[in-house]
């Protein structure tokens, strides 16, 4: 590790030649409309980048996900590296990049564009800084991953692939420093309140499909949560109703419920559904409950020689580690048992607006980190 740890400051410095096309890569990637379900351009040109860099074994899988396989000198381990393709964006939504000198911005571009985009490069700059790896190097461009997505991509690569993946990193643009290694027990879903059509509206203001779901939201806000083990519900959407001067005929609420225990996890989440059927008897309204995610908790120790090689990479390179748990693909990379991290490629903000923006600079650093963990796991360091 020591011997690898003074070579990143060099690596570091190289890469920098190759600013222009990664930042190529990542406006064209950006500017690909990708919401999840319809990322089947991105792959393309995902695929295409793996072509050019002289990877004969890609392929698209029957989920959609993109596939490359650099192959090692030795091939007696793989190394799955992955990003997801889709972002929260819809194909309607502007997707033009602005480049500035030291940032650029775009809808997507944090989440996750920048780590498709590295994805993409990774090839190329192995070859460029001469860095040959014993294992095969499996390159994922994941599908479905966001939102009713539900991880549906990785999900399906890693019940169907051939390969003994011994160790796994996800790519995300953001955030530099963000060292994940464990997953949260997790439940997402939408709870729809709609005011019948048989409603009688000659009774002026008596309901609305909006009051119907603040009581949904009072009673949820009323649910007495553990502090150990820690857990939360996060309301993060709400949408509904028209117009100023007329009755909402419909209103969703979008939640997450969030915990260290599964069975907490559980256990909120039939409280929820009590509340939801509770409401809509006691109103007349129809509350429907749609529950499309979940995760189980889970992850690899602090100490596991992945966890630890890494932190020593980031140490070396001045990256302060955060420390947090994910519910990204690591989620469904944990369920298989494989050894993996999520990890921060650059520093961003406004994540998930159409202002969303990356820092240029930092780049490099999050690049030297990535490479630097992958030559650790392909040395054996991390076993």
């Keep these: 590790m020591n011997s690898l740890t003074n070579k990143l400051s060099d690596i570091q410095e190289q890469l920098k030649e190759y600013r222009e096309i990664l930042l190529a890569n990542l406006v064209m990637i ?8 319809k990322e089947e351009d991105k792959i393309e040109f995902l695929l295409n980048r793996f072509k050019e860099a002289g990877i004969s074994e890609n392929s698209i899988d029957d989920c959609g996900n993109g596939i ?3 192959s090692g000198s030795d091939g007696e381990r793989s190394i799955l590296i992955n990003a997801h393709a889709d972002t929260v964006f819809s194909s309607k939504v502007d997707h033009t990049m602005q480049v500035s000198a030291d940032s650029i911005t775009g809808p997507g571009v944090a989440d996750n564009s920048l780590g498709l985009a590295v994805l993409a490069t990774l090839p190329y700059l192995l070859k460029e800084l001469d860095i040959e790896l014993k294992s095969d190097l499996i390159l994922l461009g994941g599908v479905r991953s966001l939102g009713r997505g539900d991880l549906e991509g990785i999900r399906f690569f890693l019940d169907n692939n051939e390969f003994d993946i011994s160790e796994a990193i996800c790519i995300e643009g953001v955030e530099l420093g963000r060292l994940s290694y464990t997953s949260i027990g997790m439940l997402r879903g939408e709870i729809t309140c709609r005011v019948p059509e048989t409603y009688d509206w000659s009774r002026f203001g008596d ?18 949560l553990p502090k150990r083990p820690r857990t939360s519900v996060v309301m993060g959407s709400i949408s509904g ?19 260290e225990s599964e069975e907490v996890v559980d256990e909120v989440g039939r409280t929820i559904e009590d509340i939801a059927k509770e409401v809509s008897s006691k109103t007349g309204d129809d509350v429907e409950l749609d529950i499309f995610a979940r995760r189980k908790p889970g992850g690899i120790p602090y100490a596991h020689p992945l966890n630890r090689c890494c932190r020593e990479i980031m140490g070396s390179l001045d990256i302060e580690p955060r420390l947090a748990p994910s519910t990204s693909e690591l989620a469904a990379l944990i369920d298989k048992n494989i050894p993996a991290l999520t990890l921060g490629i650059t520093k961003g903000s406004h994540i998930h607006k159409m202002n969303e923006s990356i820092s240029i600079d930092p780049i490099y650093k999050g690049l030297t980190q990535l490479i630097g963990t992958l030559i650790a796991i392909d040395g054996g360091q991390c076993d």
């Design 30 to 37: 950006g500017e690909i409309p990708a919401p999840s379900f």
């Design 68 to 70: 490359g396989v650099l």
């Design 207 to 224: 309901a609305s499909a909006i009051l119907t779901l603040n009581e949904v939201i009072n009673k949820i806000n009323d649910i007495r």
């Design 241 to 259: 109703g028209s117009s100023f001067n007329t009755i909402a005929k419909e209103a969703t609420l979008g939640f997450e419920v969030r915990s």
